[in-house]
Structure formats: structure tokens, C-alpha cells
């Protein structure tokens, strides 16, 4: 284990109890202490007690699965390559982990497969799927393989004709629409909720996850579960923030730092 990993263990062991009824979601694994999507950010976050750890995925040029937020490799090297031209062995060959810090030199982009491993009983994954629908069928066979249950893993996407293709794909698990709280660069209006209900419901989706920049409030998520619809936010990391979250009544919270998170949530006001 990395060093500035065993810094972190000491607040692990004074975390307090598991709060009923909210989730922490670990964002990319603990991002905030480790790099992003990596076998150690995803460890880190168990460590730290999230409830679920939360990665990315493209399909590569082999047709494999890889492990990565961005759509080319321009934070990690000089010129930038496109992850969708590169095989997984290539993608793999990335040190992910240097820009994190000198500890953290020579990481690299962890398969699925290892990442699934360490989904322990209690515990789940969310799957955000950054690709097309062309990602589906290798998508599925992993899933197929890990032997995990159904309500271990969790699939969310911006994209929905691809959030579409794997809710048929693998009905068993619950799929979660993204969408940030962006003005239209055309009309300048914000998006509203009720477009994105109906796209559930019709969809079969379990439900939202929307950007914290959303204007949730107790009457905005009874809106939600009025459908028989989850409501989970990302990413939170201010605790203010947090703590409206949780008073208005959502599932979930997405973090880059869900031991600190779950402390500050625990904390008499």
C-alpha cells in the first residue's frame, strides 16, 4: 500500500456508524486522496466506508474495457491520443497516477475485472458507461462473469440511447439517468425535471443522477419518488451542501472524499 494511503487509515478507524437511509458513492474511487479509477482509489474508497465506489468506462480499439474518465489521454501525456484509437494494453501502458504525486508514480489503468474483485458483501459499484451503445455487448460479458448480484452493481450514463441499450441488456440492474445543470447554449434555459421523469418511467430506469448544482429540495425529490423513482447527486464535497441533500430526502451522494463526507454528515449541527 501506498504510504499517503496508510496516512488515511487512522480517520478510517474513528469513522463513525453508517448512517441510515443516505449512500456515500465514492467518485472515481477515493479521488480525493488517490488517483482517479484506480485499483487504489477504489480500495481507499472501501477504506474510508463508502457504501459504493464509482468508475468509468470506454470500449477500446481491441474491444475491451477500459477503466478511464476522459475521451483522450492529454492530462497523462504529450501529444494526446484518443482513448477510442488505442488497444488496452496501450491504454494500460498510461501512468495515471504520477500527476497525483510522486507516491502515486507508475499507477496504472486497472481492468474491470480487478475492480469487481473487491466488491465485498454490503457493498455495490456504479458503472457509468462514457461510450455508445457499441459498448454493450462487452460490457455485458463482464458483468455476466464477475459473479456479483444483481443489486451490487449499478449502471448510469449522460448517454441515453447507450443507458437504453444496456437496461435491455441487463434488466436485473438498476440503470440511472445523468444529467448536469447546464443552460441550453442556443435558448439559455435550464433543464427542467419533468422531460427527465418521463424518460425514466418510459425507459424502466431506476431513476436520476443529477448534478449538485440541481435545485433540490424536499419538494423536488417527493417529485422524484412520487414516480417510485430514486435520487441520487453527485459530486458533493462541500459539506453545507451535503447536509441539504440529505434533509431534502435524496438516495445518494456522489463525493471525492466519502470518509470526510460521511464524518461531516455524522456531526451535530
Known sequence: MKSSLRLCLPLVLFMPAWLPGLEIIAHRGASHD??????????????????????????????KLAV????????????????????LAEIQQL????????????????TLDAILATVTSG?????????????????????????????????????????????KALPELEH?????????????????LEPLLAICQEAGFAGL?????????????????ARHLKLLMWTVDDATRAK???????????TNRPGWLRGELGKKD
Open 209 to 225: 443522477n443529477l448534478h449538485s448544482d440541481w435545485p433540490v429540495t424536499a419538494a423536488f425529490t417527493a417529485a422524484v419518488k
Open 34 to 63: 488517490a488517483p482517479e479509477n484506480t485499483l487504489n482509489s477504489m480500495k481507499l474508497g472501501w477504506e474510508q466506508g463508502a457504501d459504493a465506489v464509482e468508475l468509468d468506462l470506454w470500449l477500446s480499439r481491441d474491444g
Open 123 to 167: 457493498r455495490h459499484i456504479v458503472l457509468e458507461l462514457k461510450d455508445g451503445p457499441e459498448i454493450i455487448p462487452e460490457f455485458v460479458r463482464v458483468i455476466r462473469a464477475a459473479g456479483l448480484k444483481a443489486g451490487q452493481m449499478r449502471v448510469i450514463s449522460f448517454q441515453e440511447d447507450t443507458l437504453r441499450a444496456s437496461q
Open 95 to 110: 501512468d495515471v497516477g504520477a500527476f497525483k504525486g510522486a507516491a502515486f508514480k507508475g499507477e496504472r489503468v486497472p
Open 68 to 87: 478511464f474518465h476522459d475521451a483522450d489521454t492529454k492530462r497523462f501525456e504529450t501529444p494526446a491520443r484518443k482513448i477510442k484509437e488505442l488497444n
Open 244 to 254: 441539504q441533500l440529505e434533509s431534502a430526502g435524496v438516495d445518494a451522494i456522489t
Open 176 to 192: 440511472y439517468f445523468l444529467s448536469s445543470y447546464k443552460a441550453d447554449s442556443q435558448t439559455g434555459a435550464l433543464p427542467t
